[in-house]
């Protein structure tokens, strides 16, 4: 009789902020729901989860994405990696897949994706990092008073910067199917400026430069002066980390509560990512306080 050995995971904290380096987990080969509890509750803890070298497949890392959750199709209008693959999507480099800004992934939809799931499949000799940046600190490093302010605003979210000629000129207006329906044209959306995270109950700042476009209800002086306050608060190196990748690292972040920024400075190198997104719920903000 063999007994498989059954080794615990270790959650080695980078900082006291955010992110935790995954030790004695090797995703292709256990998924119990033991190990999933363990990486999820990590996942709140450090919101931020690097599983370094690992050896998975486009099924694999789709089977470690299901064990998490239920996903997304690869994004609102860039299809997946292949018929096959769906869920997969696509970052190449050389096809316009960089990102140098700080971002939380689809929050231009009326629900953002809980996590993603990031795997490095070709990476450039040098450069390529990713950072990863705190929310719940950003919040908390803004003023009380501001913090009381922003409790009850709302913003408007807008991919079309993005993807919008993405949208008419490579998909001829018809983007993916998303959430059950065709996505022909991606219309602002609004969500609370300080989002209550679901599990946790803890308050993030839930803006961010790639997205938010103006503050519901201020002048457009008021909206930017805002904005460039709150984006300010975004991205400290106190409440950061930057990771450097080697190949197969698997790195899994709550997309609730964190922002992140992919490094461009690999110049016409060519760098290639996995993505796959976990099903997430509507933003709530703080309930609005009584008169
Ligand atoms: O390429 C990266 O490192 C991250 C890109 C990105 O923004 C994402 O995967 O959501
Ligand atoms: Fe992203």
Known sequence: MTLAVHTHPVFEPLTTSIGATAHH????????????????????????????????????????????????????????LDAAHPEIYV????????????HTDVTFMKRPPLGSVLRAVSLPAVGGDTCWTNLEAAYLTLSEPLRR???????????????QEYLEQRRN???????????RS?????HPVVRV???????????????????????DVESRALLDVFFAAIGKPEHSIRHRWHEGDVVVWDNRSTAHYAVDDYG?????????????????????AHP
Request: cysteine-free; proline content about 8%; charged content about 25%.
């Open 173 to 183: 207006g018809e983007g993916n199917t998303w959430e059950g329906t065709t996505v």
């Open 197 to 219: 995270h679901p599990e946790t109950g803890r308050r993030s700042l839930f803006v961010n430069p790639g997205f938010t476009t103006r503050l519901i209800g201020l002048s």
């Open 25 to 80: 987990v090797d995703l292709a080969a256990d998924l119990s729901p033991a190990l999933v509890a363990d990486i999820r509750s990590a996942l709140l803890e450090h919101k931020v989860v690097i599983f370094p070298r690992q050896r998975l497949t486009p099924e694999s890392q789709i089977a470690f994405g299901r064990a998490l959750g239920e996903l997304t199709a690869s994004h609102p209008v860039v299809p997946g």
């Open 186 to 190: 991606l219309e602002p959306v609004t």
């Open 91 to 102: 970052l190449d480099s050389t096809d316009g897949g960089k990102a140098p800004v700080w």
């Open 268 to 288: 016409d190198h060519r760098r290639v990512m996995h993505r796959i997104t976990i099903r997430g719920d509507e933003p709530v903000g703080p309930a609005p």
């Open 149 to 163: 302010l922003a409790d009850q605003l709302h913003a408007e979210h807008d991919g079309r910067r993005d993807f």
